[in-house]
């Protein structure tokens, strides 16, 4: 039986969190709580959450806390319930008042933050590699490409499906300037926050991502 593993992806858009998290739940067995995902899946899905998010994401800018926490909170109490093993935020906490009300609720559940991933990486790579990321369109494959360093092999092709490929709209390079100004001012702070409690790892984003990987392996508790 392995201990848990509570792992806290954190970074700027396009440091490469989403493609490790993937990688590190799926070595885990753990699962990947990833806020970008489940709020885009709740505007598709047209949920109450889904309509008041839908402006903020599509212009790159931040939804409002209470709407993220509440999220968050509903899937760590469904998950604590259910044969725990522990779990992957890729993706929040992204303010200081997320990160106080994770504390909050780590406490209200007995768990504590294993790690912080704090995955780095110069801005002018990730507005490269955010306006040159195409994901699968098929969500149980989920797969990510990059049209200079993960081209797929047919042109607007999954490699692993053969579904469609897309650009997410908020990867466009205006989007993604507003994401990288709401990171700098709101979700930075987050970095000294965790630093002050010695949870927080270093992670150079910049390298090839098996690399990224191997790195994680030997910072992450694996049993
Ligand atoms: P991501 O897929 O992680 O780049 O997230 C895409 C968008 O979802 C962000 O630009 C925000 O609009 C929204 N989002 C995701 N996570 C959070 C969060 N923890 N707090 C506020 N907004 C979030």
Redesign the pocket.
């Given at each position: 039986m392995k201990n848990t593993a509570n792992i806290i992806f954190f970074g700027a858009?396009g440091a490469g969190?989403?493609t490790q998290a993937k990688k590190v739940s799926y070595e885990l067995k753990i699962p990947h709580l990833?806020?970008?995902?489940?709020?885009?899946e709740a505007i598709s899905g047209g949920t109450e959450l889904g309509k008041k998010?839908k402006e903020?994401?599509e212009?790159?800018?931040?939804?409002?806390?209470d709407?993220?926490i509440g999220l968050?909170r509903e899937k760590l109490l469904e998950l604590k319930g259910n044969n725990f093993k522990g779990f992957i935020l890729?993706?929040?906490?992204?303010?200081i008042p997320?990160a106080e009300a994770l504390g909050n609720m780590m406490k209200e559940l007995n768990l504590q933050i294993t790690k912080v991933l704090n995955v780095q990486a110069p801005e002018s790579i990730l507005i490269d590699r955010l306006s040159a990321r195409r994901l699968c369109t098929n969500k149980s494959c989920g797969a990510i490409y990059n049209l200079f360093t993960k081209k797929p092999q047919r042109e607007g092709k999954c490699d692993h499906c053969g579904a469609d490929l897309y650009q997410?709209k908020?990867d466009t390079a205006e989007?993604a300037r507003q994401?990288l100004k709401?990171y700098h001012s709101k979700t930075a702070p987050i970095e000294t926050y965790y630093r002050k409690q010695t949870v927080l790892a270093d992670i150079d984003g910049t390298k090839d991502p098996q690399e990224v990987y191997n790195k994680i392996l030997e910072i992450i508790p694996l049993n």
């Open positions: 858009p969190k989403g990833d806020t970008g995902n489940l709020i885009r998010a903020y994401v212009g790159g800018n931040l939804v409002p806390d709407l993220v968050i890729d993706g929040f906490p992204r303010t997320q997410r908020d989007a994401r709401e």
